[in-house]
């Protein structure tokens, strides 16, 4: 399968203006002929040269696709032709790696290739669902207004995905921090104050004996407790991405956390809700909707429930019934799709669903930021503090004798 290059050309376009620009092709010769199509007049065509330091480009993150729809909607919109619209949409881009994506894209629809056929070829960016709300739209002659409904799931998604990571960010960097301090206390300040006990002619305190034994065992091991938790970490990652039981088993427990298994169970919910609704507005049969939405799930038991919705479906099952015969889902849903179904309004239904979801887990995670500050900042005091007492004990002992 020939790989696409990015050429770098300079000439004349169609009202004869100089001009300058890249274009993504297999060879020289199919860049060329390219730009012939669209009315520009190459007088230099070249392999693009690779930056020095390549690996330091940005990599493409699910938030650079929830703008790049974003933009292609508005551009849609406001009238402006595909092809151009990608090419408005590239010059404003400043990730080197987004901007080579948007230009494949845009070569493959220049050369007579549909959007949706051309964005399943970037199937690490731009998933099942994405594809195929955007077909639907071409089938449909209504693809600006497709786009749109993409760029909001998207924006809503993602949005959702932020606030969940911004949540946990906090605790683990102060945790992560916590433990680095400890390690160097540990390591390269109780030595020093073991130096000076040892003249002291005198039995030190139980709590001040138990942290030079953690500080001995440090300083001989720490290369093998750094090690283990690399190894722990790794593998941790490496589970999850090559074992599907083992991804079910977190996935299971994470729903049983306190405090944080509700807000799991609502963002599952709040993504059910969001992605059913998108797809079927877009006219995507039912069934084929939710396969997309068990992809989109992000819980291995939730993906599982909504398969189970689904083959319920197919056997004619009404979608409220199925969705109650798993018991993962709450009243509020199963509610609001029954009153969806018998209306005909089954969309407008689920996206208020998702949008009442939506907020419960924003006012959770706020809590559970506020929560957790207190928390986490005495687990640091009470680590560091700990080790300064337990070091300045025998001195204050020894000052009680002398006195």
């Not at 070569?107 to 056929?117: D, Q, T």
């Not at 209504?142 to 998207?154: C, G, I, N, Q, S």
């Not at 390690?183 to 300040?189: E, S, T």
């Not at 989109?296 to 429930?305: D, E, F, L, S, W």
């Amino acid at each position: 399968m020939a790989t696409n290059i990015t050429f770098v050309w300079s000439g004349l376009d169609r009202n004869g203006r100089k001009g300058q620009g890249e274009i993504v092709a297999t060879s020289q010769a199919l860049a060329k002929a390219q730009l012939r199509k669209q009315g520009i007049s190459a007088k230099s065509v070249k392999k693009k040269a690779k930056p020095l330091f390549s690996s330091l480009n940005k990599n493409i993150k699910a938030a650079d696709i929830a703008i790049f729809s974003r933009q292609m909607a508005t551009m849609m919109k406001a009238g402006v032709p595909l092809v151009q619209s990608f090419e408005i949409v590239q010059e404003g881009l400043e990730n080197p790696a987004m901007n080579k994506l948007v230009g494949e894209i845009k070569s493959e629809v220049s050369s007579g290739g549909g959007l949706a056929a051309a964005l399943a070829k970037h199937p690490k960016h731009f998933d099942e669902l994405f594809c195929s709300l955007v077909a639907s739209g071409e089938n449909s002659g209504t693809l600006e207004v497709m786009l749109d409904r993409v760029a909001t799931y998207k924006e809503k998604t993602e949005a959702l995905k932020a606030k969940i990571r911004k949540a946990m960010t906090y605790p683990i960097a102060v945790v992560s921090v916590a433990i680095v301090v400890t390690g160097i206390l540990l390591v390269k300040v109780v030595p020093t104050f073991a130096e000076t006990f040892k003249g002291f002619g005198a039995d030190l305190p139980g709590f001040t004996l138990f942290v030079l034994g953690i500080s001995d065992f440090m300083q001989q091991w720490w290369l093998f407790v750094a090690g283990a938790i690399a190894l722990a970490v790794w593998s941790y990652f490496q589970a999850i991405v090559r074992s599907s039981n083992f991804r079910d088993r977190v996935d299971s427990i994470a729903l049983k956390l306190p405090i944080i298994g509700s807000i799991v169970h609502d963002a599952v919910v709040a993504r059910f809700s969001r992605t059913l609704a998108t797809t079927f507005a877009a006219g995507v049969p039912l069934v084929e909707a939710l396969d997309s939405t068990a992809g989109a799930a992000g819980n291995a038991i939730y993906a599982r429930g909504i398969r189970q919705i689904r083959d319920d479906v197919t056997s004619g099952t009404s979608l409220h019934l199925a969705i109650r015969s798993t018991g993962l889902f709450p009243a509020m849903l199963l509610q609001m799709t029954a009153i969806g179904e018998e209306s005909g309004a089954l969309d407008d239904m689920l996206s208020k669903v998702a949008d009442q979801y939506e907020a419960q887990v924003d006012n959770a995670v706020d809590s559970l930021s506020a929560l957790m500050e207190p928390i986490i900042m005495s687990i640091l005091g009470v680590l560091v503090g700990g080790l300064m007492i337990a070091m300045y004990l025998p001195i204050f002992m020894l000052g009680s004798v002398v006195g």
